[in-house]
Each structure stands twice: as structure tokens, then as C-alpha cells.
């Protein structure tokens, strides 16, 4: 048994069962036993990868991107580049190196922001920034980002970001509670709080007992708070991650260790939680904010970005095995069995932006 299991089991027999958000939030954040505060999730050694940390192109196209997203707003000085959520800091390390080639004055000009809470992960892409010739400024909030212009990525954000369940039962919807089964060991069960049937998705009420609706009111918020600087000062936001263009009905919750997936009661702290992003809610609190929001897959991004192109580019001196490892990088990015179906992209700007890959979208 995990040390945070233990006093979440404590916690529970105290004080009784927690929702599903709670014990999500102890799970990752938990100052002492917390997955993102404790361990080493990035790469082959750790329990994900990440698009990053697939292939230097990820970031090279979407540096590419950010560029033309500034150049549409008027190319603006000073300009705020920042990235939220940067875990290693791989994805930050190849857009500088791609705008320093680019445009060097540009970096120059920018202020160059992390958005991270983790001290640990901080050190970390101190640690894989050393090499960078760019000014690089961490913040622990949007909220205290300079304000000018803002052009920010974020990568597996939301993600991460706890989620609340909701169960239907025979006396309606009730929220998704972790509480202590007859043995002492964590289980799932429903509370008393209920949902306003306005937060439920259009097939809800055909849906048997048992089944689970997720709403995820911290990622709206989070959301909000990107939107509201941008829709203040300009600019545009870019924002990677797996999910779903619709709302629905579906259990996404799940636990990855190793990269392999287990029960996401069995051991907190040491697994990383997550569950599938409703981009559409993401889009409603954009466009509270005034702004537009757009959407597509990962594969369509990439592939409208040049993915292609730049493989062809980075192969064409190399070696057979290179090449073998370009196309496999390419595959896993773009191909609809990979990344490319599975992680959807959004692109939040004001209305009259025009921006690259999404300029012809409807809204």
C-alpha cells in the first residue's frame, strides 16, 4: 500500500467518502506523495510519452505556427511566448531553437514564460533550457503573466486537471464519491449531491444505471482565465490533448503506470490520473471570453503544418534507419491509429484573426 493510500483510506474513515475530483487532485498533487510531485513521468523510463518527446518536429511546427499566429495579430512588441504545463521542457526547448533560426529578433524581443507549480519539474526544465540563449521567466499562474500580447501552447494540459462523475442511479444522477468497501479498500460509490440536468449531455436521459457522466468545471475555469488575458491584451492560444469534440456519456477516468494502464483506485500517488478533455466545453468558456474557437485533430494539424515536408527535409541526407525513424515519428503523430485521431487541437483567438491551419474554419 502507497503512503498516500494510506492516509487517503485515514482521511476517508475520518471524514468520510471524497468525490472523485478530490481524490484525483490528493493523486497528483498531493504536496509529499503526489505523482507530479514526486516522480519522473516523461519519456521511455517514466509511465507516458508525450508528443514532444516523440520527434523534435511536434515543436518545430508548432514554433512555426506561434510565429505566423503573432504575425496575424500584427506582430506585436513586447509579446508574452509561454508555455502551461511544460514538463521537461522539451516542447519549449525545440520552438526556441526553430525562432531563434527563424527570427532571432523575435526571441530577443519576447518574454519567455513557463507556467509551472512544480518545483521539482521547474529545476528540470531549467535543466533542459541551460543550453538555450533566451530569457526564460517562470510563473506559477496566467494570472501573473505581464500584460501584452499572449501567445501560449499548452500540451496534455487539461488532461490532468481533476474532473467531477456523476452516476445514474435509480434516484437519478449522483456524484461519483471514493469511499471504503466492507474490507477497508477504496471503492467507487454514489452520493447524495446531484447535477443540474442543464450539465448533462443531449443522450443522457436514454442511458441505463450505472453509467457516468464527467464535467470538468477547473479546466473550464482554467480555460476562462487564458481566454479572458487574450481577449484583454491579444494574441492567441493553442492547446493539445486527447478527448472529444462533444460532450457524452463514458467513464474516461484511467490510470497509467509503466504504459500500462491499472485501476485507478490502486495506487495512488505512484500512477498518473487522467481522463478524456471535452474540447466543446473548453470552447464555451473561449468564447465567453469573446473569443473564437476552433478545432481539429492532431494528425489534420500536422499534417496542414507540413509534417510531411519536414520529415522529407530531415531525411532526405540521411541513412536508411534515420529515415525508418522519421516515418515512424510521422506514424505516431499523425497517423489516425496513433496520435493523430485520438488528440484533437483548439486554437482560441479573437474573431478577426486569421490563423494558420484554422483560417478557413468555421467556428
Same mark, same amino acid.
Given at each position: 500500500?502507497?503512503?498516500?493510500?494510506?492516509?487517503?483510506?485515514?482521511?476517508?474513515?475520518?471524514?468520510?467518502?471524497?468525490?472523485?475530483?478530490?481524490?484525483?487532485?490528493?493523486?497528483?498533487?498531493?504536496?509529499k506523495?503526489g505523482?507530479?510531485?514526486?516522480?519522473?513521468?516523461?519519456?521511455?523510463?517514466?509511465?507516458?510519452?508525450?508528443?514532444?518527446?516523440?520527434?523534435?518536429?511536434f515543436?518545430?511546427l508548432?514554433?512555426?505556427?506561434?510565429y505566423e499566429?503573432?504575425?496575424?495579430v500584427?506582430?506585436?512588441?513586447?509579446?508574452?511566448?509561454?508555455?502551461?504545463?511544460?514538463?521537461?521542457?522539451?516542447?519549449?526547448?525545440?520552438?526556441?531553437?526553430?525562432?531563434?533560426?527563424?527570427?532571432?529578433?523575435?526571441v530577443?524581443?519576447?518574454?519567455?514564460?513557463?507556467i509551472?507549480?512544480?518545483?521539482?519539474?521547474?529545476?528540470?526544465?531549467?535543466?533542459?533550457?541551460?543550453?538555450?540563449?533566451?530569457?526564460?521567466?517562470?510563473?506559477e499562474?496566467?494570472?501573473?503573466?505581464?500584460?501584452?500580447?499572449?501567445?501560449?501552447?499548452?500540451?496534455?494540459?487539461?488532461?490532468?486537471v481533476?474532473? $467531477?462523475?456523476?452516476?445514474?442511479?435509480? /434516484?437519478?444522477? =449522483? #456524484? @461519483?464519491?471514493? %469511499?471504503?468497501d *466492507?474490507?477497508?479498500?477504496?471503492?467507487?460509490f454514489?452520493?447524495?449531491?446531484?447535477?443540474d440536468?442543464?450539465?448533462?449531455?443531449?443522450?443522457?436521459?436514454?442511458?441505463?444505471?450505472?453509467?457516468?457522466?464527467?464535467?470538468?468545471?477547473?479546466?473550464?475555469?482554467?480555460?476562462?482565465?487564458?481566454?479572458?488575458?487574450?481577449?484583454?491584451?491579444?494574441?492567441?492560444?493553442?492547446?493539445?490533448?486527447?478527448?472529444?469534440?462533444?460532450p457524452?456519456v463514458?467513464?474516461?477516468?484511467?490510470?497509467l503506470?509503466?504504459?500500462?494502464?491499472?485501476?485507478?483506485?490502486a495506487?495512488?500517488?505512484?500512477?498518473?490520473?487522467?481522463?478524456?478533455v471535452?474540447?466543446?466545453?473548453?470552447?464555451?468558456?473561449a468564447?465567453?471570453?469573446?473569443?473564437?474557437?476552433?478545432?481539429?485533430?492532431?494528425?489534420?494539424?500536422?499534417?496542414?503544418?507540413?509534417?510531411?515536408?519536414r520529415a522529407? $527535409?530531415?531525411?532526405?541526407?540521411?541513412? /536508411?534507419?534515420? =529515415? #525508418? @525513424?522519421?516515418? %515512424?515519428e510521422v *506514424?505516431?503523430?499523425?497517423?489516425?491509429?496513433?496520435?493523430?485521431?485520438?488528440?484533437?487541437?483548439?486554437?482560441?483567438?479573437?474573431?478577426?484573426?486569421?490563423?494558420?491551419?484554422?483560417?478557413?474554419?468555421?467556428?
Amino acid at each position: 500500500m502507497t503512503q498516500l493510500k494510506r492516509r487517503i483510506i485515514e482521511l476517508i474513515a475520518t471524514a468520510g467518502p471524497i468525490p472523485t475530483s478530490e481524490y484525483m487532485a490528493l493523486c497528483l498533487f498531493d504536496p509529499k506523495a503526489g505523482y507530479y510531485t514526486t516522480r519522473e513521468p516523461f519519456g521511455t523510463g517514466g509511465d507516458f510519452i508525450t508528443a514532444p518527446e516523440v520527434s523534435q518536429m511536434f515543436g518545430e511546427l508548432v514554433a512555426v505556427w506561434l510565429y505566423e499566429a503573432w504575425r496575424a495579430v500584427g506582430s506585436p512588441m513586447p509579446v508574452t511566448l509561454a508555455e502551461i504545463g511544460p514538463g521537461r521542457g522539451t516542447l519549449t526547448k525545440d520552438m526556441l531553437r526553430t525562432l531563434e533560426r527563424l527570427d532571432p529578433a523575435f526571441v530577443a524581443g519576447a518574454s519567455i514564460a513557463l507556467i509551472e507549480t512544480s518545483p521539482r519539474l521547474r529545476e528540470k526544465q531549467r535543466d533542459g533550457l541551460a543550453g538555450s540563449a533566451a530569457s526564460v521567466e517562470w510563473h506559477e499562474t496566467v494570472a501573473s503573466l505581464p500584460g501584452a500580447p499572449l501567445l501560449i501552447v499548452g500540451n496534455e494540459l487539461f488532461d490532468a486537471v481533476p474532473i $467531477r462523475q456523476f452516476v445514474r442511479t435509480s /434516484d437519478g444522477w =449522483r #456524484e @461519483r464519491m471514493v %469511499g471504503l468497501d *466492507e474490507n477497508g479498500e477504496l471503492a467507487f460509490f454514489a452520493g447524495a449531491a446531484s447535477l443540474d440536468p442543464s450539465l448533462l449531455p443531449p443522450d443522457a436521459e436514454s442511458v441505463p444505471d450505472g453509467s457516468i457522466v464527467e464535467i470538468a468545471p477547473a479546466r473550464s475555469a482554467l480555460m476562462q482565465t487564458i481566454a479572458d488575458q487574450i481577449a484583454a491584451h491579444g494574441g492567441a492560444g493553442l492547446f493539445f490533448d486527447y478527448g472529444h469534440l462533444q460532450p457524452g456519456v463514458g467513464d474516461t477516468l484511467q490510470a497509467l503506470r509503466s504504459h500500462e494502464y491499472e485501476d485507478v483506485l490502486a495506487s495512488p500517488g505512484e500512477a498518473d490520473l487522467t481522463s478524456h478533455v471535452d474540447f466543446s466545453a473548453l470552447a464555451t468558456s473561449a468564447r465567453m471570453a469573446g473569443l473564437r474557437a476552433d478545432f481539429t485533430t492532431q494528425g489534420s494539424f500536422l499534417l496542414g503544418m507540413g509534417l510531411l515536408e519536414r520529415a522529407g $527535409r530531415l531525411g532526405a541526407d540521411a541513412d /536508411d534507419a534515420t =529515415r #525508418e @525513424r522519421l516515418s %515512424g515519428e510521422v *506514424e505516431r503523430l499523425a497517423g489516425p491509429q496513433a496520435m493523430g485521431d485520438l488528440f484533437k487541437v483548439l486554437a482560441v483567438a479573437h474573431e478577426d484573426i486569421a490563423l494558420p491551419v484554422f483560417r478557413s474554419r468555421v467556428s
